[in-house]
């Protein structure tokens, strides 16, 4: 198994949609009061375009943290502290409950109140609050919008790229949202972002090491939710290298190829599938204590 330097886990995707996505951005800007930033609540950092605050401006801007059900409740809630002693709007949600749409959509128009008085003023009364929705790929823009929308018409899959235009969607007499597509930075400063983005879907698999990635995770869940690995795959010696509690895990699950030798590809396909899809538990890799100096 080759170690983290010797593979250069160097992980870099920028497709060229999404370098037109940041022009289409900049074009909408002038018809929209907010923009609506959909982030991932398990990788609240790694999850946000950092270009997105300069292409914005000083529009009014919301983040919403969603896929909060698979994160760390406390440390979702030690987030939204933190953006509100910045001065922004944080709301964790959740679409397949719904959980915080309706504190949402509360919050929009409670936050842009001068906006629509404004309209009012100008005799434009009915004229809704258009939010742009922006987020990197995979962050559940599309679900987050059928959801509040009600009407399911937004394009919804678990892989990164698969919104390509743009939509506008009514959500009731005072709020449209405008969906856009998935939009990464052309480079990674930190490769800690990139692993991030890596292990919750964001960066398609094809373009990595898979087994290398979920070592990787392994070795920070071994630190920091040693617990959930054993209540998920049984007793493990936590203290072992990433590698070698793969090699524990594939061998509780029964993943032996010919002659007895694990098959670590496939332990680790499923280490990330499991952790993608909330059954490991509920974890986020990002704290404000680590990181809410390096960029929010």
Not at 137 to 146: A, D, E, L, R, T
Request: aromatic content about 6%; charged content about 30%.
């Amino acid at each position: 198994m080759r170690n983290e330097q010797e593979s250069g886990l160097n992980i870099q995707w920028f497709p060229g949609h999404m370098a037109k996505t940041r022009r289409k951005i900049k074009e909408i800007l002038p018809l929209i009061d907010a923009v609506c930033e959909v982030v991932d609540a398990r990788i609240p950092i790694s999850s946000r375009n950092p270009e997105l605050q300069e292409l914005i401006g000083e529009k009014p801007h919301v983040i919403l943290l969603n896929k909060c059900d698979m994160a760390d409740d406390a440390v979702t809630d030690e987030w939204i502290e933190y953006y509100k002693q910045q001065g922004k709007i944080a709301i964790g949600i959740e679409c397949k409950s719904g959980k915080g749409l309706a504190q949402f959509k509360n919050t929009v128009k409670t936050a842009l109140s001068d906006r629509l008085e404004a309209y009012a003023q100008k005799g434009m009364v009915g004229k809704p609050l258009r939010l742009m929705v922006v987020g990197i790929p995979n962050v559940g823009k599309s679900s987050f919008i059928n959801r509040v929308s009600g009407g399911g018409k937004a394009k919804v899959e678990n892989r990164p790229g698969v919104t390509r235009g743009n939509q506008w969607f009514t959500i009731d007499r005072q709020l449209e949202l405008l969906d856009t597509p998935g939009v990464l930075w052309p480079k990674f400063e930190d490769q800690t972002v990139g692993e991030h983005l890596a292990f919750t879907g964001a960066v398609k698999d094809r373009i990595l090491d898979t087994e290398l990635l979920a070592v990787r995770l392994l070795e920070i869940l071994a630190a920091d939710y040693g617990y959930l690995l054993e209540t998920r795959y049984g007793s493990l010696d936590l203290a072992e290298e990433g590698y070698e509690i793969l090699c524990q895990i594939g061998k509780k699950r029964g993943m032996l190829m010919r002659g007895g030798e694990i098959d670590t590809e496939r332990a680790a396909n499923m280490v990330l599938e499991e952790y993608r899809n909330g059954k490991i538990g509920r974890i986020t890799l990002e704290r404000v204590r680590d990181n809410a100096g390096l960029r929010i």
